[in-house]
Structure formats: structure tokens, C-alpha cells
T-cell receptor, first 113, second 113 residues
Framework: DQQVKQNSPSLSVQEGRISILNCDYT??????FLWYKKYPAEGPTFLIS?????DKNEDGRFTVFLNKSAKHLSLHIVPSQPGDSAVYFC????????????FGSGTQLTVLP | DSGVTQTPKHLITATGQRVTLRCSPR?????VYWYQQSLDQGLQFLIQ???????AKGNILERFSAQQFPDLHSELNLSSLELGDSALYFC????????????FGPGTRLTVL
């Protein structure tokens, strides 16, 4: 039972354009959501997060949107840069589970120069 | 660099053997999490320790165990290894059990032959 789903295994975007990565969840107990970026042979790197009491959080080129009613979140990267090419993981946690992270399967983003 | 260190980087061993993976959390972090990333299962939570005590367990096999020492470093012990245990093992740390963001180490790639 996948509680966090990233339905797009890959996404290609032109440099300078917007990248939109999507994530859906099923567990209503999740109250905190995070995005991690992962390069090959490295550990996941924390990017940005959002609490369930908010619907948007912005940090530079990265913005995360949360739609609680739809149990959906998205990560927007504007403008996309070739260095953004990596696997992006969506993760969720709840206060009742010691904040262990439940991860999606990841989306490979390729930004084309 | 997240500040989380893991050793060794690579480990090759045979079925039936026992190995120990080591993790040092970021300075000041009291909570350590272990995750397994395999090809077919994605990133999965194994176990969490906080200030030396086990706080949460996920999909951890009985053949696996972990501990956190007084200096806060943690070890994950894998015994009676099987081919299916081949995976990337990540350690993450956070300030406390209630902290939302976790910071990941570079991982240990375990290959069981």
C-alpha cells in the first residue's frame, strides 16, 4: 500500500522553463511534507518543506504547493537549470510516528540546455 | 555536505555473513534514522533512535538490529545476509524526534553475493 505516490517516473524540461513535479498521498494523518533531491551515489538532500497548516511555501526558485482536500502536493522550480537534473523524492511524516518519513518512488527530472 | 557521515561507502560480502554499518549524525542532532533503498522497494524507513533509545520501528527484518551509543553515533547490524539485502542503506539525523527535517548521509552500498 503506497501511501505516497509519484506517478511520473520522469520529466524533461527545457532550461529556463518551469518544472512541475507532482505527489499524491493517501494517509490523512500526514501533517508535514518534504521534497528531497538526489544525485547518483549521494544521499537525498533536503530541498523544501511545508506544514499541513499552509498551502504554499517558497524558497528562491523552489515553491511547494499543498492541496489538502485533494491530498496533493507539487514542487515548482522556476527557472529550471541544468544543475537541477536529479531524482526528486516527495516525503511525508506525521507527529504520531516519530516523524519517520514515508517516501514516494521519485521522479527523474532532466533539464535540457 | 549534510554533516552526516556513514562508513563504509561500499561493502561486498557473501550470503550468510554479518556486517555493521556506521553512522555519525550532524553535530547537535540527537535523533538518528535508518532507511533502506532497494530497486523494487524505494526508500523505506527501518528504525529510529533518539538519544540512545529506540523510538520507532518500520519495515526492519528480525535479522537486522541497530543501536545508538552515548556519543550518539549509530550502528546498523545486518546478519544472516541474503541476496535480497543488497541495497543502499542511508542514515539520517534530526535535532529531535519532533523535528520535521531530516538530513541524510551519503549512504552505504551493500552488495551480497
Amino acid at each position: 500500500d503506497q501511501q505516497v505516490k509519484q506517478n511520473s517516473p520522469s520529466l524533461s524540461v527545457q532550461e529556463g522553463r518551469i518544472s512541475i513535479l507532482n505527489c499524491d498521498y493517501t494517509n490523512s494523518m500526514f501533517d508535514y511534507f518534504l521534497w528531497y533531491k538526489k544525485y547518483p551515489a549521494e544521499g537525498p538532500t533536503f530541498l523544501i518543506s511545508i506544514s499541513s497548516i499552509k498551502d504554499k511555501n517558497e524558497d528562491g526558485r523552489f515553491t511547494v504547493f499543498l492541496n489538502k482536500s485533494a491530498k496533493h502536493l507539487s514542487l515548482h522550480i522556476v527557472p529550471s537549470q541544468p544543475g537541477d537534473s536529479a531524482v526528486y523524492f516527495c516525503a511525508a511524516s506525521s507527529s504520531g510516528s516519530a516523524r519517520q518519513l514515508t517516501f514516494g518512488s521519485g521522479t527523474q527530472l532532466t533539464v535540457l540546455p | 555536505d549534510s554533516g552526516v557521515t556513514q562508513t563504509p561507502k561500499h561493502l561486498i560480502t557473501a550470503t550468510g555473513q554479518r556486517v555493521t554499518l556506521r553512522c555519525s549524525p550532524r553535530s547537535g542532532d540527537l535523533s538518528v534514522y535508518w532507511y533502506q533503498q532497494s530497486l523494487d522497494q524505494g526508500l523505506q524507513f527501518l528504525i529510529q533512535y533518539y538519544n540512545g533509545e529506540e523510538r520507532a520501528k518500520g519495515n526492519i527484518l528480525e535479522r537486522f538490529s541497530a543501536q545508538q551509543f552515548p556519543d550518539l553515533h549509530s550502528e546498523l547490524n545486518l546478519s544472516s545476509l541474503e541476496l535480497g539485502d543488497s541495497a543502499l542503506y542511508f542514515c539520517a539525523s534530526s535535532v529531535a524526534t519532533w523535528a520535521n527535517e531530516q538530513f541524510f548521509g551519503p549512504g552505504t552500498r551493500l552488495t551480497v553475493l
